[in-house]
């Protein structure tokens, strides 16, 4: 499906960070957006800002009834939704998984997995009776290579998220419906104030991740045309391919003794 | 991990499947075993027709506190646990994505990916503490591929613990802590009527799983041996390989696609 051709955008995450590239680049092709995002203050700054491309919406991913609310006031003002952007998260807390606050394995499954099946679970079924329109969610290199201390909770999220993708891409594909998942490395985010939202006190206030180098808006073409040409894998970053290979090396071995 | 110097192994859907066959492995090794099962059941059907080299304990792997009981009970009677399977799962609920009850994947979720970590909770610390053990955690080939219509919840969450397993075996590997995720192809087990009894729902996929000679008795050898030779995956059934293979010659390629961009 061409951008331009779709009507509306629901991106979670959406009032900065890849999120907000990817409205950006949307909005550019016509398309128009609601964004979604647990930060109201942010969500108010983007809507003084671009009010007339936008709309808004206040949501905590892992709120059920708050997704139904949100999709049901976005439709209203813009229509039925036609591609969803499953985008929100949070970063790894840092700590090993030996060590690691069972509560905190838990919001992070919350958010960042089961927050995609929320989406997933309020769309999809209507995308699949209209027989068009796409599912993109982001997961990251971390989804593809666990190959680090400190990530038992991440990896396990974002695993799941390219799980979920692979299987939900099979289960629309008869209806016409595209899915992706879209696997960044580290990119210039807001990511480490999200997290720090949450209740990780890994970071100290300062900490963020906004100098890096790589800035969401030059990804954000490459993430459109993967949604265009509905490619299953949207890399962005190939310094990890390196990890990639060698994972694969691994489990090759093992069939190997089996 | 010697198993010649392991002494007490702790097996969660220990009572019946791939947990049993395991555990009798294990215990064949000179191993003590205890099993812990959500079933009480099975676990006196069990204990029934072997000797005091093994105990029982019932457990909810989702429930934090039951896995503090547990622990202490367990090694009260058999002393520190050296070898921890985490093998409890339920089944795919047979429902695709936009289908599916939320509470249904959920309850994959916490019982196939949250119970596994709630193992490690109860006894990473302590192992990497003595500097020795093993940690087992059972995955899938759903943990390897994915792509099934209606195998959806179950894939993720077996995604999930074989990148948990991968991200454990770094952490714990400076502390001589062995780790290791099994991936078995479809095993004869009670999987679904299991999963039936504790509320889980299930539809008929099971129709379509393939004939396999492999049984649980030889996925406990297995296991036996790839806990001796810390192998980071103990893969059972070689039919599972092309598929692996297929997704990850669509991963590679798409990280081309990007570099040729």
């Known amino acids: ?258 | 991990m010697d198993l010649s110097q392991a002494k007490h192994a702790f097996i969660t859907g220990g009572a019946s499947g791939l947990g049993l066959g395991i555990a009798d492995a294990l215990a064949r090794r000179g191993v003590a075993v205890t099993i812990a099962d959500i079933n009480e059941d099975s676990l006196k059907e069990v204990l029934a027709t072997r000797g005091n080299q093994f105990r029982g304990v019932r457990l909810d792997t989702r429930d934090r506190e039951n896995w503090q009981k547990a622990k202490a009970e367990a090694e009260a009677a058999f002393g520190p646990v050296d070898i921890l399977v985490n093998n409890a799962g339920i089944s795919p609920n047979g429902r695709e994505f936009a289908d599916m009850d939320p509470e249904s994947f959920d309850r994959i979720l916490a019982i196939n990916l949250v119970g596994i970590v709630n193992g490690i909770f109860a006894f990473g610390a302590d192992m990497r503490e003595r500097g020795n053990g093993h940690i087992v955690n059972t995955s899938s080939q759903a943990g390897l591929t994915a792509g099934i219509p209606g195998v959806g919840a179950y894939s993720v969450a077996k995604f999930g613990v074989t990148s948990l397993s991968e991200g454990l075996r770094v952490e714990m590997e400076p502390h001589g802590v062995g780790v290791s995720v099994l991936c078995p192809g479809y095993v004869q087990t009670n999987l679904g009527a299991n999963t039936v009894k504790i509320g889980g729902d299930i539809r008929q996929y099971t129709a379509a799983m393939p004939e396999s000679d492999v049984t649980p008795a030889d996925v406990g050898e297995m296991v036996a041996e790839g806990i001796e030779q810390n192998a980071a995956y103990i893969l059972t059934h070689k039919d599972v390989w092309p598929g692996v293979e297929k997704r990850m010659n669509a991963i590679k390629a798409a990280c081309d696609y990007r570099r040729n961009a």
């Open chain 1, 1 to 258: 499906m061409r951008i331009s051709e779709f009507r509306h955008a629901f991106v979670t995450g959406g009032a900065s960070g890849f999120g907000l590239a990817i409205a950006n680049a949307m909005a550019g092709h016509g398309v128009r957006v609601t964004l979604a995002d647990v930060d109201e203050e942010a969500l108010a700054a983007v809507q003084a800002e671009r009010g007339e491309l936008f709309r808004t919406s206040v949501l905590d991913v892992r709120d059920r009834e708050g997704w139904r609310e949100a999709r049901a006031r976005a439709e209203v003002d813009f229509g039925p939704v036609d591609l969803l952007f499953n985008n929100a998260g949070i970063g790894p807390d840092g700590s090993e998984l030996a060590d690691m606050s069972p509560e905190s394995f838990d919001r992070m499954i919350a958010i960042n997995l089961t927050g995609v099946l929320n989406g997933v679970s309020t769309f999809a079924a209507s995308l699949r009776d209209a027989g068009r329109g796409h599912i993109a969610s982001t997961s990251s290199m971390s989804g593809m290579a666990a190959d680090n201390a400190g990530l038992g909770s991440y990896g396990p999220a974002k695993f799941g998220v390219v799980a979920m993708m692979e299987v939900l891409r099979r289960e629309m594909e008869p209806f016409g419906v595209g899915v992706s998942v879209f696997c960044p490395g580290t990119t210039a985010t807001n990511l480490i104030a999200s997290t720090r939202r949450f209740g990780s006190d890994r970071f100290p206030e300062e900490a963020s991740l906004l100098d890096l180098p790589v800035k969401p808006e030059q990804l954000a073409p490459a993430i459109l045309r993967g949604i265009e040409e509905n490619r299953l894998y949207i890399f962005t970053h190939t310094e990890r391919r390196a990890a990639v290979e060698e994972r694969f090396a691994g489990i090759m071995a093992g069939f190997d003794a089996a």
